[in-house]
């Protein structure tokens, strides 16, 4: 059973920038896709960013373009999301996922995702 951890998150000030890792308990498995996903309280989940493994394309919500960058790195075995210029609405707990299956032409958001950590709270202030 793979795990995954996330860290990172915490409590900022609107306009501060943070940075959350994701690290899967093995490198011994097959992973198409890594995303993360918030959920906002009293809201459903949201997609937010995903990169594929093996490649490297990225794939992000329009919420949230040109103020997160999702990455990897293939050595250290983690995915990275880089949150800059944070708003009070980016407050959420975010989850880090991976679908570990090709699933055709299925997009990002829409993949089915195998493997979900607990999540780590980001708590933006105005």
């Known amino acids: 059973q793979v795990r995954l951890e996330e860290s990172g998150g915490g409590l900022v000030q609107a306009g501060a920038s943070l940075r959350l890792s994701c690290a899967p308990s093995t490198r011994t498995f097959y992973r198409y896709m890594m995303a993360w996903f918030r959920r906002a309280p009293g809201k459903e989940r949201e997609f937010v960013a995903a990169?594929?493994?093996?490649?490297?394309?990225?794939f992000y919500s329009e919420s949230i373009k040109g103020r997160f960058t999702v990455s990897r790195d293939t050595v250290q075995n983690e995915m990275y999301l880089q949150m800059n210029n944070l708003s009070p609405e980016d407050t959420a707990v975010y989850y880090c996922a991976v679908a570990s299956l090709h699933q055709g032409h299925v997009a990002a958001p829409d993949l089915e995702y195998d493997y979900w950590g607990q999540g780590t709270q980001v708590t933006v202030s105005s």
């Open positions: 990169i594929r493994w093996n490649g490297g394309d990225t």
